[in-house]
Nanobody, 130 residues
Framework: QVQLVESGGGSVQAGESLRLSCAAS????????MAWFRQRPGNEREGVAA????????VYADSVKGRFIISKDNAKNSLYLQMNSLKPDDTAMYYC???????????????????????WGRGTQVTVSS
């Protein structure tokens, strides 16, 4: 049975940091492209960051570039999102997702896909107050 379980969310002040974790089981984690998504109140779900199967390539949404860092540990079947300099606008439910495919263009990693993400976690809430 495939499971993705997020943890590490919480309530923080603007400028503080949080580290989200996603524990994966039930599939071959090292062969999947992994991503973090979020859904802010009143908004559609959006991609935050993605990482290639081996972890050497990453891509970020412009809104988090320079503040968030995605990483994965294939030995531990775990995905992480280090979130620094948090802003109230980062308040959202954060989800991890797995996709067997990834997109490259000109040798540059563009993200997971184009197929739909196969597996999703249930999310962890991040609330940032000003």
């Amino acid at each position: 049975q495939v499971q993705l379980v997020e943890s590490g969310g919480g309530s923080v002040q603007a400028g503080e940091s949080l580290r989200l974790s996603c524990a994966a089981s039930g599939y071959t984690f090292s062969t999947y492209c992994m991503a973090w998504f979020r859904q802010r109140p009143g908004n559609e779900r959006e991609g935050v960051a993605a990482i290639s199967t081996g972890g050497s390539s990453t891509v970020y949404a412009d809104s988090v570039k320079g503040r968030f860092i995605i990483s994965k540990d294939n030995a531990k079947n775990s995905l992480y999102l280090q979130m620094n300099s948090l802003k109230p606008d980062d308040t959202a439910m954060y989800y991890c997702a797995a996709n067997p495919d990834r997109v490259y263009s000109g040798g540059q990693f563009l993200g997971c896909g184009p197929s739909q993400h196969n597996y999703w976690g249930r999310g962890t809430q991040v609330t940032v107050s000003s």
